[in-house]
């Protein structure tokens, strides 16, 4: 299911077409047909391709977040774990000041400084803020726990510096963990924008499936019965869900029966 909306947004997106957010680029209204298979909006767009290029940009946002927010909070987490003293101390009050924080409140202000114009990258970043705090934190709790072992310490007496054990010596064990935060926080990422999108706090230039959604509601596609206008961001968001849930429980039962459990 996953690889079916990778396909859509990474593929079949490079397609030669018009750009779907150009208004009155078809007639308006029209009911699915073998040249709009979903139909086109009141403002003269192609579903179709709206939502093709809407699965594009939510997955690239949860794509650069996860990125982010993986590979940062792994860093911090390990070199706060390891390093000790204050800059541990440092590390762990900044990322619980991190994740005490609300975040919406902090996503609203920054999208309404953003004045309804952003790109994918802008969004992405700002959603990124929240990302790395937890898993962070995690990965701190894994590293108290592996800085003890006899291995650590040969690596120590060796002479290899902090970094240096990091990446070299515990890196390795934590990527297995990484991967499935990379996807747990790709899926709260799209999560995070459609719902900033539903309530009308996304940027307004930017095509995804929560704008999509908030769209059709503005545009009162409900009650013109535009069913497919209203309705494939909405499936298409549902699928993807599922679809990324069951890739992160799969690959977490998979690591469990590698281990033996």
Same mark, same amino acid.
């Given at each position: 299911?996953?690889?079916?909306?990778? !396909?859509?947004?990474?593929?079949?997106?490079?397609?030669?077409?018009?750009?779907?957010?150009?208004?009155?680029?078809?007639?308006?209204?029209?009911?699915?047909?073998?040249?709009?298979?979903?139909?086109?909006?009141?403002?003269?767009?192609?579903?179709?391709?709206?939502?093709?290029?809407?699965?594009?940009?939510?997955?690239?946002?949860?794509?650069?977040?996860?990125?982010?927010?993986?590979?940062?909070?792994?860093?911090?987490?390990?070199?706060?774990?390891?390093?000790?003293?204050?800059?541990?101390? !440092?590390?762990?009050?900044?990322?619980?000041?991190?994740?005490?924080?609300?975040?919406?409140?902090?996503?609203?202000?920054?999208?309404?400084?953003?004045?309804?114009?952003?790109?994918?990258?802008?969004?992405?970043?700002?959603?990124?803020?929240?990302?790395?705090?937890?898993?962070?934190?995690?990965?701190?709790?894994?590293?108290?726990?592996?800085?003890?072992?006899?291995?650590?310490?040969?690596?120590?007496?060796?002479?290899?510096?902090? !970094?240096?054990?990091?990446?070299?010596?515990?890196?390795?064990?934590?990527?297995?963990?990484?991967?499935?935060?990379?996807?747990?926080?790709?899926?709260?990422?799209?999560?995070?924008?459609?719902?900033?999108? !539903?309530?009308?706090?996304?940027?307004?230039?930017?095509?995804?499936?929560?704008?999509?959604?908030?769209?059709?509601?503005?545009?009162?596609?409900?009650?013109?019965?535009?069913?497919?206008?209203?309705?494939?961001?909405?499936?298409?968001?549902?699928?993807?869900?599922?679809?990324?849930?069951?890739?992160?429980?799969?690959?977490?039962?998979?690591?469990?029966?590698?281990?033996?459990?």
């Amino acid at each position: 299911m996953t690889v079916f909306f990778v !396909v859509i947004g990474f593929i079949i997106y490079f397609l030669p077409h018009i750009n779907p957010f150009t208004f009155n680029s078809y007639p308006s209204k029209l009911e699915p047909t073998s040249e709009h298979w979903l139909g086109t909006t009141s403002m003269g767009q192609d579903v179709l391709w709206l939502l093709i290029e809407a699965i594009h940009n939510s997955l690239l946002i949860g794509l650069i977040v996860a990125t982010i927010g993986t590979v940062a909070g792994v860093f911090i987490g390990l070199l706060a774990g390891f390093s000790g003293g204050w800059l541990d101390r !440092v590390l762990t009050v900044v990322t619980d000041t991190f994740i005490v924080i609300p975040s919406l409140p902090i996503l609203i202000l920054m999208t309404s400084f953003m004045k309804g114009t952003s790109t994918v990258f802008i969004m992405a970043l700002v959603l990124a803020m929240f990302a790395w705090a937890w898993p962070s934190r995690q990965i701190r709790s894994m590293a108290l726990s592996m800085r003890e072992r006899d291995f650590i310490h040969t690596a120590w007496f060796s002479g290899e510096g902090t !970094v240096q054990v990091v990446v070299t010596e515990i890196l390795p064990y934590a990527l297995t963990w990484s991967l499935s935060n990379f996807m747990n926080a790709t899926l709260a990422a799209i999560a995070s924008e459609s719902s900033l999108a !539903v309530l009308g706090l996304s940027p307004g230039n930017l095509i995804s499936l929560g704008n999509m959604i908030q769209w059709a509601r503005d545009r009162n596609a409900i009650f013109t019965k535009q069913w497919f206008w209203i309705g494939s961001p909405i499936v298409a968001t549902a699928v993807m869900f599922i679809g990324l849930f069951l890739l992160i429980t799969g690959y977490n039962d998979y690591l469990s029966r590698k281990r033996g459990r």
